[in-house]
């Protein structure tokens, strides 16, 4: 609520918010403790100076124009993970598109039984409950549609071409500054649901991260907040899901093939049973990477952390 020089008098604030003028003051004492800067004068009334960097579900729903994803928004200060919490409020039929935002995460988790450093305040973590009607074996498209979304967003949101490391390593500069994770709940002809996890470098320190990994910060992005970052990602991820729903996966995965930075190069991936290298020819339908051998033979990988040779 504005009025002149952006000041709301108190009255008319308590007004329309239909409250005493002594539990206004309670709000505005609430609302400051929470690092919303708000300036009082006498006669004029308060002033709204400055906004917290939280993902405040009120700061995330504000001004956002999906009609699915982030309806429902659970925030926490810290979790153990957002997948696990996700995955507890899908098991108790969380309505799809509900999403599960931390500040930081104490057991914040990658691909492969990795760990994903969450400092306070320092990133995007956060996970979707998806409830497509699609069999199991159809599911990987959607950590594709998740990554190909990230890049979508941080562009928008930040200016930046990021590029995607197969199988969802959001890369700049050949260093990660974001990943995807996608566990599924399923029977063997249905999927109960789908949890796409997401977490985004935004303001660490380049001492307090891996040497392999960067964040926005670090390379000087011209990103406003958190909020805009996370409601721009929650638009793209709409927008393509809505897109796949109607049109199948050809338009994503050749978005994919677009951001990839895997595609064509020489690569070595583990698969953590073997090592094997080839030319990454391309992805099929349900994501798995095809490498084509020096023996000409070409084989469909579905697990493994690649390296790029050249
Ligand atoms: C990876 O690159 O290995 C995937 C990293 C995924 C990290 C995100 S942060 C939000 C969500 N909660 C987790 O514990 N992990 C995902």
């Known amino acids: 609520m504005r009025s002149k020089h952006g000041y709301a008098s108190g009255e008319e604030i308590s007004q329309r918010l239909k409250i005493s003028r002594q539990a206004l003051w309670k709000h505005i004492q609430h609302l400051k403790d929470s690092g919303y800067e708000i300036e009082a004068v006498p006669h004029l009334g308060y002033r709204l100076r400055g906004l917290p960097d939280r993902l405040f579900p009120s700061e995330i729903s504000s001004s956002l124009t999906t009609k699915l994803l982030g309806k429902k928004i659970y925030y926490f200060e810290q979790l ?51 409830r497509p009607k699609v069999l199991p074996s159809q599911t990987p498209v959607f950590t594709l549609l998740a990554a190909v979304s990230a890049c979508e967003a941080l562009k928008e949101a930040s200016g930046l071409d990021v590029q995607i490391k197969w199988p969802n390593d959001l890369l700049l500069d050949n260093k990660k500054i974001g990943g995807i994770l996608t566990e599924i709940s399923a029977e063997p002809d249905e999927v109960h649901y789908l949890i796409i996890g997401i977490g985004i470098n935004v303001s660490s320190d380049g001492k307090s991260l891996p040497a392999c990994a960067i964040s926005l910060k670090e390379k000087k992005a011209a990103l406003t907040s958190r909020v805009e970052l996370l409601q721009e990602l929650l638009r793209r991820l709409e927008a393509n899901y809505l897109q796949l729903q109607k049109k199948g996966p050809r338009p994503v995965i050749e978005k994919w093939r677009q951001l990839s930075l895997t595609l064509g190069r020489r690569v070595k991936i583990d698969t953590h049973s073997r090592l094997i290298e080839g030319e990454a020819s391309d992805i099929d339908a349900d994501g798995a990477l095809l490498l084509r051998k020096d023996s000409g033979l070409t084989e469909r990988i579905t697990s493994g952390d690649v390296v790029h040779c050249r």
């Open 80 to 130: 153990h993970s957002t997948m696990d919490t996700a995955a507890e409020l899908a098991r108790k039929n969380a309505p799809e598109g509900t999403i599960v935002v931390a500040e930081s995460q104490s057991k914040g988790r990658g691909r492969m039984g990795r760990g994903w450093s969450s400092p306070k305040y320092k990133g995007i973590y956060f996970s979707l409950i998806l």
